[in-house]
């Protein structure tokens, strides 16, 4: 089965048993308990919504399809996911290798949280550069966790090449694969031992929902991260499962569409004479332009634009904009845009943010879906600062 078919029939088959209306669509199933008819016997497996909810079941069959994997978990959101699994496969004493480019509200869950208070120690390196990685190897590594392309700088870490590392070593490779989506790239087939998503952005795709979800091929890892799912209760709702499974349905276009207007974007700003720089991995200019075509299946819609002046040039271009709303998040059918140093990245310590490149003029960009032609006459205007 391809992938938009996957999206649109996996976890959702009419029902045609007695009493049922055949829905095409999966209900949405808000009942927080499952009355049984005997003690014993759970009706259907159903006890409980925090343990189980059909409509979220639905969701985590669909979503475990779309990336090629065993089993999917749906997250109240990406953080709660991200929580859930550290949870569930540390102690304190591990130690985690990970991107220096994360997130910066994984960056703050580390750092403030699992370090502060649980003493697990993060070294944040340039995986970018894998022997960066295995140097970082101590005694207590117990799992390297990735995130490519990075949000904001687009920088890509070859999976296939860190989950040899991983295996060799005994590790556990997560892979955070928000910004290109399951449509765009599969880290599973790459070697990875899980796959973390906010659902916020792409999968979604509609900016109504919060949500974050797990994919896992081991039965030993799917194990422990659904009784942490369970005991923790950072489950998705109902309601947003009902969200997301509409979502996915449309993801594969959606992607196309991101994906052709942010090439269209790219080749524009890189020829513009206010833009000192575009980071795109779609661009050939993009270092690494070659592992993208490698790794995954198109490029994606985010990119990063430096433009030439002062933090305040930059503030005059966010507020020109007609169509691109100066607002955190990404992935949304409408585009997106925002200044990482003073917005998503202001968490980041100033020295990191220097070092990574996350200038006062750096402008992170998640184009939407409307007509290319709009969005290009929208930074022309704006870009007349
Ligand atoms: C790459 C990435 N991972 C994780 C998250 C966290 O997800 P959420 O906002 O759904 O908690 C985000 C949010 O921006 C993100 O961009």
Same mark, same amino acid.
């Given at each position: 089965?391809?992938?938009?078919? #996957?999206? +649109?029939?996996?976890?959702?088959?009419?029902?045609?048993?007695?009493?049922?209306?055949?829905?095409?669509?999966?209900?949405?199933?808000?009942?927080?308990?499952?009355?049984?008819?005997?003690?014993?016997?759970?009706?259907?497996?159903?006890?409980?919504?925090?343990?189980?909810?059909?409509?979220? #079941?639905?969701?985590?069959?669909?979503?475990?399809?779309?990336?090629?994997?065993?089993?999917?978990?749906?997250?109240?959101?990406?953080?709660?996911?991200?929580?859930?699994?550290?949870?569930?496969?540390? #102690?304190?004493?591990?130690?985690? +290798?990970?991107?220096?480019?994360?997130?910066?509200?994984?960056?703050?869950?580390?750092?403030?949280?699992?370090?502060?208070?649980?003493?697990?120690?993060?070294?944040?390196?340039?995986?970018?550069?894998?022997?960066?990685?295995?140097?970082? +190897?101590?005694?207590?590594?117990?799992?390297?966790?990735?995130?490519?392309?990075?949000?904001?700088?687009?920088?890509?870490?070859?999976?296939?090449?860190?989950?040899?590392?991983?295996?060799?070593?005994?590790? +556990?490779?997560?892979?955070?694969?928000?910004?290109?989506?399951?449509?765009?790239?599969?880290?599973?087939?790459?070697?990875?031992?899980? $796959?973390?998503?906010?659902?916020?952005?792409?999968?979604?795709?509609?900016? !109504?929902?919060?949500?974050?979800? $797990?994919?896992?091929?081991?039965? !030993?890892?799917?194990? #422990?991260?659904?009784?942490?799912?369970?005991?923790?209760?950072?489950?998705?709702?109902?309601?947003?499962?009902?969200?997301v499974l509409r979502g996915i349905k449309t993801l594969s276009l959606r992607m196309r569409q991101h994906e052709e207007n942010a090439i269209e974007i790219a080749k524009f700003l890189s020829d513009h004479p206010k833009v000192?720089?575009?980071?795109?991995?779609?661009?050939?200019?993009?270092?690494?332009?070659?592992?993208?075509?490698?790794?995954?299946?198109?490029?994606?819609?985010?990119?990063?634009?430096?433009?030439?002046g002062e933090l305040e040039d930059a503030k005059r271009f966010l507020s020109n904009l007609k169509y691109f709303a100066l607002a955190e998040s990404l992935g949304g059918v409408e585009s997106l845009i925002e200044l990482p140093?003073?917005?998503?990245?202001?968490?980041?310590?100033?020295?990191?943010?220097?070092?990574?490149?996350?200038?006062?003029?750096?402008?992170?960009?998640?184009?939407?879906?409307?007509?290319?032609? !709009?969005?290009?006459?929208?930074?022309?205007?704006?870009?007349?600062?």
């Amino acid at each position: 089965m391809q992938f938009t078919t #996957k999206g +649109i029939h996996i976890g959702e088959k009419p029902n045609f048993q007695e009493g049922a209306t055949g829905d095409v669509i999966v209900p949405l199933h808000l009942s927080t308990t499952f009355a049984r008819q005997e003690v014993e016997v759970p009706t259907a497996g159903y006890e409980y919504s925090r343990s189980l909810n059909p409509t979220r #079941k639905a969701l985590e069959s669909k979503l475990a399809a779309i990336e090629k994997a065993r089993y999917g978990l749906a997250f109240s959101s990406g953080l709660g996911a991200e929580t859930t699994v550290l949870l569930a496969l540390l #102690k304190s004493g591990d130690h985690v +290798i990970t991107t220096d480019d994360l997130y910066g509200g994984t960056q703050r869950l580390f750092r403030k949280v699992f370090t502060a208070n649980y003493g697990i120690e993060f070294s944040f390196v340039d995986s970018a550069n894998p022997a960066r990685v295995e140097d970082a +190897i101590r005694k207590e590594t117990k799992m390297i966790w990735i995130e490519t392309p990075t949000n904001p700088m687009l920088k890509l870490t070859d999976i296939a090449r860190i989950a040899l590392i991983a295996k060799e070593n005994n590790l +556990i490779l997560v892979v955070d694969n928000t910004f290109m989506s399951p449509y765009f790239q599969n880290p599973l087939e790459l070697g990875a031992d899980i $796959v973390l998503h906010s659902t916020s952005k792409y999968i979604n795709g509609h900016s !109504d929902s919060i949500g974050g979800a $797990v994919m896992v091929s081991r039965d !030993d890892l799917y194990e #422990k991260l659904q009784f942490m799912q369970n005991s923790a209760g950072a489950m998705m709702s109902p309601f947003d499962s009902y969200l997301v499974l509409r979502g996915i349905k449309t993801l594969s276009l959606r992607m196309r569409q991101h994906e052709e207007n942010a090439i269209e974007i790219a080749k524009f700003l890189s020829d513009h004479p206010k833009v000192k720089k575009v980071i795109y991995p779609g661009l050939e200019s993009h270092p690494q332009h070659e592992l993208a075509k490698e790794q995954m299946r198109g490029f994606g819609g985010m990119m990063a634009i430096e433009l030439e002046g002062e933090l305040e040039d930059a503030k005059r271009f966010l507020s020109n904009l007609k169509y691109f709303a100066l607002a955190e998040s990404l992935g949304g059918v409408e585009s997106l845009i925002e200044l990482p140093a003073l917005m998503t990245h202001g968490s980041v310590p100033v020295d990191d943010r220097k070092k990574l490149g996350i200038t006062d003029t750096l402008i992170r960009v998640s184009v939407g879906i409307e007509e290319t032609e !709009d969005l290009i006459e929208d930074l022309v205007q704006a870009l007349n600062f």
